[in-house]
């Protein structure tokens, strides 16, 4: 499962689940570019990430965006082996009848066309090269309904059905199309819910495991997935869940 000699953009790598797949990534021998809206959060990263870390503040719902940090990540890298679409929000917790289409559209704009455009503009230059691997962090809503959460669900499940329909355009081309499943990782992405005793213990008590991850606990499928170890893997999703799909 080692990476050395590979680049890798990890979007959203700036805090939570992307700065622990940067972490690992660098230990296991890739230089990393990480992104983020936040330039400081960017910078509090790199300081922690240290030597092989590069960044670029960007918005992934935005083309604009997707194209500069192409062009900066392949100036830095030289040419980009690994993309991991990370970024992703779920800010309201609103029943459909109370959801306003700006707010479904907030949240499929993040995390359906993020990794859309992400997707085509790495992998435009992945098909060039022949070689690349992409990893997309999805989530259990993809398979199981999550209350409150049905864009959130539309969007991740829309993004491993993207997964396979890349696979079969692309695999004879060299380039691999995947995805890991969280269950419930502490980040701030759940800080509000692990906050509240009510839903923790709810949370809990519906998963297996009866915890939540550590953001490192996601990291080692990346990786995998990322690596030769997985070169004859695409199209597929590795649920890192605590056992949340299984029941
Ligand atoms: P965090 O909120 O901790 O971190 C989110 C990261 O994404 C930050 O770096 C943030 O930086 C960045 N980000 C947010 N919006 C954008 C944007 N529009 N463009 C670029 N970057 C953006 O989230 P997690 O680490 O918890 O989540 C990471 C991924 O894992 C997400 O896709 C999430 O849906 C998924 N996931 C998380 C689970 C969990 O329990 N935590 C469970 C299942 C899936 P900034 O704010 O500066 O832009």
Excluded at 13 to 19: A, K, P, Q, T, V
Excluded at 59 to 87: F, P, R
Excluded at 116 to 126: A, E, K
Aim: hydrophobic share 40%; with cysteine; glycine share 10%.
């Amino acid at each position: 499962m080692a990476l050395q000699g590979n680049t890798a953009v990890i979007t959203g790598g700036s805090r939570g689940i992307g700065l622990a797949i940067a972490r690992a990534m660098l230990d296991a021998g890739a230089k990393v570019m990480i992104t983020g809206r936040s330039q400081d959060s960017i910078d509090t990263a790199l300081a922690e990430l240290g030597t092989g870390s590069f960044g670029h503040a960007s918005d992934v719902s935005k083309e604009a965006d997707i194209a500069q940090l192409c062009a900066h990540a392949t100036d830095v890298l030289g040419g980009v082996d690994i993309l991991v679409n990370n970024a992703g929000i779920n800010p309201y917790y609103k029943r459909t009848e109370h959801t306003e289409l700006a707010e479904w559209q907030h949240i499929i704009d993040v995390n359906l066309t993020g990794v859309f455009l992400c997707t085509r503009t790495f992998g435009q230059q992945m098909l060039e090269r022949g070689k690349g691997s992409i990893i997309n962090i999805t989530s259990v809503a993809a398979h199981s309904g999550l209350t409150r959460s049905a864009a959130y669900c539309a969007a991740k499940a829309g993004v491993e059905a993207m997964s396979k329909s890349l696979t079969k355009d692309w695999s004879a081309r060299g380039v691999r199309v995947n995805n890991v499943a969280p269950g419930y990782v502490k980040t701030d992405l759940t800080a509000g819910l692990a906050a509240n005793e009510t839903l923790r213990r709810t949370i809990e008590t519906r998963t297996p495991m009866t915890r939540l991850a550590d953001p490192s606990e996601m990291a080692g499928a990346v990786v995998y997935l990322a690596s030769g170890a997985a070169s004859y893997v695409s199209g597929t999703t590795i649920a890192v869940d605590g056992g949340w799909i299984a029941t």
